[in-house]
């Protein structure tokens, strides 16, 4: 089930957050700036829609940009909701695991593997891989393949 649109669009607007609120197949989507995703986040986890839960957070390279999406869930309402936000490569993302502590680990992921800077998370360190490893899925980046590594 998804949230009233006029209420998500109410409390966004009443904070001064700007955005776009799109009913589409995969439910509502709140769509914002990269800048304004942390304090909209906080707005919408209060009681009014309560979305306690960040179910999952990841990236997409669209070619252009990164797209992120934030996959929010409210058990007292039972509805769903995505936030999605753009950065440009090489970007920088604003952590909310002061909100939702379980993007801590989502978020160092997703920066590591887009090549974006991760700023206000406790601990930004590399997942995966080393310095100097380029982003492994950014579209731009050529995958060797097992011919090239033998």
Excluded: C
């Amino acid at each position: 089930m998804q949230p009233d649109a006029t209420v998500v669009r109410h409390i966004l607007t009443s904070a001064g957050i700007a955005h776009e609120v799109e009913e589409t197949t995969l439910g509502l989507v709140v769509y914002l700036a990269a800048e304004r995703a942390p304090s909209a986040l906080a707005e919408l986890r209060g009681p009014e829609l309560d979305f306690r839960m960040l179910l999952d957070f990841l990236g997409t390279d669209t070619g252009e940009e990164i797209e992120l999406t934030y996959h929010l869930r409210s058990f007292s309402r039972d509805t769903e909701l995505y936030v999605k936000t753009r950065v440009p490569y090489d970007g920088a993302i604003e952590s909310v695991w002061n909100t939702y502590p379980s993007a801590l680990l989502p978020e160092r992921e997703t920066a590591e593997l887009f090549g974006l800077t991760l700023s206000g998370h406790p601990n930004p360190k590399r997942l995966f891989t080393t310095d100097g490893v380029e982003p492994l899925l950014r579209k731009s980046v050529h995958v060797r393949t097992a011919e090239e590594v033998r």
